[in-house]
């Protein structure tokens, strides 16, 4: 093909990043040029997201978009990747005729081989996995990304259709995870942060055992990396010996992110999620009191009555967390959920989410408030004149509230690291000062 300029879109959580940047260091291997601008693209490829309603709508529209600038420029070639081809198959074509290709899950990577032969090639796998050995980091956010141990997921949670998108349970082997985390210290990365559709079910598939505190242990002895983050830690598979690694090493982050979902047991039977929630929150706690944690709850799901919303509400004025995501229910019609009965009206799901978020808040500012006057070592993400905000180490990229303070030099730059002194609060972000001692 004449122009071998490609723009990868990638709709979706920092999981499908890691997948676009596997894939575009093939491209590179491969001759192709990487571009931000779709409209000088020869190719461009949409890596999309389908998990739940609105990520589907928000895929199809990026999709219609591409659709309109090939209508200008017949030469345009775009292939669609991922969750939404791995959702709708064949019914992708018939809808957007105009797509030169597709690839699902656990294929993605043969979309390189695809595009370079010119033909089209429509395949919904998910068995395969990426190879990750050349992957070229995009973000602007460095010196921090993300790395995928495993894929696909062994859970039936009864709202979630990520096993019928991704497959079984998956895990990459410690030496691929170490080598990939390594080259990318060797590139200036100093945070990495760990995740999957469930990182504490890690080796269970290929070592035959909980095997994430022994990766962890493996990925802190690389002295170049600063930060080591725990994201989407399923709470049956926290063990002691996952806590102990954690509390101990120096350079992971006391930090771990437990989606909970919910908290009263009837709920979490009706979502097939653990019933030991609580147990396993309370006992981090009051074990391993210096971590920090964060969740995510849903609000609204099939015969939640008042007292399962009480009962959750209760859970988090406990202030175990601190930081919260709150969704409300969203009805996905391949999930087991869309046929339960005694659904919950939108008005209502709104409504007990906002409690939630407000509840939250209000734990936001007092455990915020009790920072103030210590100091802490912040990472500098973004500089707008003499404004700076950045992130410390209880905090992840992305989801989590924010370091704002003033700059009193030019000489710092976005990606390094500075101690800030705490002089206040803004909503959910910290106000601070540069330590200038």
């Not at 693209?41 to 997201?49: A, Q």
């Not at 992957?135 to 709202?159: A, M, N, Q």
């Not at 983050?229 to 350079?251: E, H, T, W």
């Not at 007292?307 to 996905?332: C, M, R, T």
Request: charged share 25%; aromatic share 8%; glycine share 8%.
């Amino acid at each position: 093909m004449s122009n071998r300029k490609i723009s990868i879109i990638t709709l979706g959580c920092s999981k499908n990043t890691v997948e676009s940047e596997s894939v575009a260091g093939i491209f590179i291997k491969n001759g192709f040029e990487l571009t931000n601008n779709i409209f000088e693209s020869g190719v461009i490829v949409i890596h999309t997201c389908a998990f739940i309603h609105d990520a589907q709508i928000e895929s199809e529209n990026c999709i219609k978009y591409a659709g309109g600038i090939k209508a200008k420029k017949k030469e345009l070639k775009i292939f669609v990747s991922g969750c939404l081809p791995q959702l709708v198959k064949d019914d992708l074509l018939k809808k957007y005729p105009f797509i030169d290709g597709y690839v699902g899950t656990g294929n993605f990577s043969n979309i390189v081989k695809l595009i370079q032969k010119d033909v089209f090639f429509a395949k919904t796998e998910t068995a395969g996995g990426m190879n990750d050995s050349r992957r070229r980091v995009l973000s602007s956010s460095l010196p921090s990304t993300y790395i995928k141990i495993s894929e696909g997921c062994g859970h039936r949670c009864s709202f979630c259709i990520i096993p019928k998108l991704r497959g079984k349970y998956r895990s990459r082997s410690i030496n691929s995870i170490v080598n990939e985390a390594k080259a990318l210290a060797g590139c200036g990365i100093k945070e990495i942060n760990i995740i999957a559709q469930d990182t504490t079910s890690y080796g269970v598939d290929i070592y035959g055992e909980f095997y994430l505190y022994k990766l962890m242990d493996n990925l802190s002895k690389i002295k170049d990396l600063k930060w080591i983050r725990l994201l989407y830690a399923y709470p049956s598979g926290i063990n002691r010996k996952l806590l102990d690694v954690i509390s101990q090493r120096g350079n992971i982050c006391k930090y771990i992110d437990i989606p909970v979902q919910h908290i009263s047991k009837k709920v979490l039977k009706n979502m097939a999620r653990p019933l030991n929630t609580r147990e396993v929150v309370e006992n981090i706690k009051k074990r391993y009191p210096g971590i920090v944690l964060r969740t995510s709850v849903i609000t609204g799901f099939p015969s939640e009555t008042e007292s399962d919303f009480k009962e959750l509400a209760d859970f988090i004025k406990e202030n175990h967390f601190e930081h919260v995501g709150v969704f409300g229910y969203s009805d996905q019609k391949d999930a087991k959920s869309y046929t339960m009965k005694n659904k919950i009206n939108d008005g209502l799901i709104e409504k007990r989410k906002q409690t939630i978020a407000s509840l939250q808040f209000e734990n936001v500012l007092k455990n915020n408030k009790n920072k103030i006057g210590k100091t802490f070592e912040v990472l500098i993400e973004n500089i707008n004149g003499k404004k700076a905000s950045g992130r410390a180490n209880f905090q992840a990229p992305e989801i989590d509230n924010n370091f704002i303070f003033d700059l009193k030099s030019n000489n710092i730059k976005t990606g390094e690291f500075k101690k800030i002194i705490v002089s206040g609060v803004k909503d959910y972000d910290i106000i601070g000062k540069l330590d200038t001692k």
